[in-house]
């Protein structure tokens, strides 16, 4: 028998986990073709086909691939073969090397899965190639100076003021919930746009392995039945999740009971965060989304990377030992390693051009 319920909003419940797959059918299929072609394309079909390849991975690529090849005309099949070309173009198109570098190794991601490697894809895979090692050579000198850059400076707000403007919001709304699930704990990344609400048993505690297991959709929240435990949030699809495996943690109570309140405050949803038409946002919508709220809110181009990178500067590093510090890596989903580089040495003396 079903241990506990899915339940996919406040106040409606369904009596089994098996009905929350059976309402939602399965999740839709990426199109991964070129838009302007006739037939598919298939330096992208490679991507898609990989199993190797993490859902979260393969929608990157495709979202970075497709818009280039959009903005092109051509198909990356053909344009994976002009690098000579191509490289200017990406490097005067996005000016922060960082993007630079997020877009070739994409280039690269399809290079490497067409299906056929003749001496042609070979000679422009070694040009992508020393474009990818020089753009990671001059961004790891731009992450190791723990400097931000001209960009960063103008989107960046202290902590202490993103708290601040959360407090000041009417609770229930969608933009509290929004800042406390990125100040009430340490910020993930782009990671909650398909979280699915669940019924789960008196506390959280109580929950098993199996029964994480048993959970069809990768990412979830449990609410317990009683309103005064704290919920659980479970993540198996995630950036890094084939290095971190799955991310689970237990909310502080204060959190919960935002998340509550949110509930009660709008129309039954069946997800931690929806579109107005009630459906789950994909990663891309959801980043879109929640810039378009910072930057509401704060009057500059704030992102969540930016997030998490005022998180960890508001901290006191000299009382951290190793072992906090490690917890703290985990609990944000990346390397101690990455950790170091989200720290500048400007911390809270960063300030916008001309502030």
Avoid at 15 to 41: E, F, T
Wanted: one cysteine or more; a positive charge; hydrophobic letters at 40%.
């Amino acid at each position: 028998m079903c241990k506990w319920q899915p339940r996919l909003c406040y106040p409606v419940q369904y009596s089994c986990i098996s009905s929350l797959v059976s309402m939602q059918g399965p999740r839709q299929a990426m199109q991964m073709g070129h838009l302007a072609a006739n037939k598919p394309d298939e330096a992208l079909q490679g991507i898609e086909q990989d199993p190797a390849l993490s859902d979260s991975s393969k929608h990157t690529y495709a979202q970075r691939l497709k818009a280039i090849s959009a903005k092109l005309g051509q198909p990356i099949s053909e344009l994976a073969m002009q690098p000579t070309t191509i490289l200017p173009w990406i490097k005067k198109r996005y000016p922060e090397v960082a993007t630079q570098k997020n877009v070739v190794t994409a280039v690269l991601a399809a290079l490497r899965r067409m299906p056929v490697m003749k001496k042609q894809h070979r000679q422009a895979l070694a040009i992508w190639l020393r474009a990818s090692k020089e753009l990671e050579a001059q961004q790891q000198a731009q992450l190791k100076s723990n400097e931000p850059s001209a960009r960063q400076r103008q989107g960046y707000v202290d902590f202490r003021e993103v708290i601040k403007v959360r407090t000041a919001l009417s609770k229930g709304s969608r933009q509290r919930l929004l800042l406390a699930f990125y100040t009430m704990i340490p910020p993930l990344r782009c990671d909650l746009n398909r979280v699915a609400l669940l019924q789960c048993p008196t506390s959280a505690a109580t929950i098993s392995q199996d029964d994480v297991n048993a959970v069809k959709e990768k990412n979830f929240l449990c609410l317990p039945a009683d309103r005064k435990k704290p919920a659980i949030l479970v993540l198996r699809e995630f950036k890094t999740a084939n290095s971190a495996g799955i991310w689970r943690r237990t909310l502080p109570i204060n959190l919960t009971q935002e998340l509550w309140t949110s509930l009660q405050a709008e129309a039954p949803r069946r997800w931690l965060f929806t579109t107005m038409s009630g459906s789950p946002y994909t990663a891309k919508s959801f980043s879109k989304w929640c810039c378009s709220v910072l930057q509401k809110l704060f009057g500059r181009p704030l992102t969540l990377t930016l997030l998490r990178h005022s998180y960890l500067n508001s901290m006191d590093w000299n009382k951290l030992t190793i072992a906090a510090r490690e917890n703290l890596a985990s609990d944000m989903c990346h390397s101690t390693e990455t950790q170091d580089t989200y720290r500048w040495i400007s911390g809270n003396r960063i300030s916008r051009p001309g502030k």
